[in-house]
Nanobody, 125 residues
Framework: VQLQASGGGLVQAGGSLRLSCVAS????????MGWFRQAPGKEREFVAA????????SYADSVKGRFTISRDNAKNTVYLQMNSLKPEDTAVYYC???????????????????WGQGTLVTVSS
């Protein structure tokens, strides 16, 4: 499975961006999918995840109410809609696939099997 993340860019605080993660090589409809981010000098951290079954979502407290994760299985694509962006959201954002079970999300990096290359989001104040 190859994951290609896109949609990052420079945006002012309060603005919005939508990230996309397109999977190729096989369908990921049965996989839970997640978004993580890594700011300069910091460890990679969980942002959001969505199950393969029923589309149940999970969010980090720091983005809850501002970010929305969704998926379009027909397009083999996962999205992260980011609203009310803050300078502290500046980071490289990565999508990842968890191949273990489709009905549960994980916040643990090591439980994700496949990773995309990352897309940079910069939020100016």
């Amino acid at each position: 499975v190859q994951l290609q993340a896109s949609g990052g860019g420079l945006v002012q605080a309060g603005g919005s961006l939508r990230l996309s993660c397109v999977a190729s090589g096989r369908t990921v409809s049965s996989y839970a999918m997640g978004w993580f981010r890594q700011a300069p000098g910091k460890e990679r951290e969980f942002v959001a995840a969505i199950t393969g079954t029923f589309g149940i979502t999970s969010y980090a407290d720091s983005v809850k109410g501002r970010f929305t994760i969704s998926r379009d299985n027909a397009k083999n694509t996962v999205y992260l809609q980011m609203n009310s962006l803050k300078p502290e959201d500046t980071a490289v954002y990565y999508c990842a696939a968890d191949t273990r079970v489709p009905y549960r999300t994980s916040r643990i990096l090591n439980e994700y099997t496949y990773w995309g290359q990352g897309t940079l989001v910069t939020v100016s104040s």
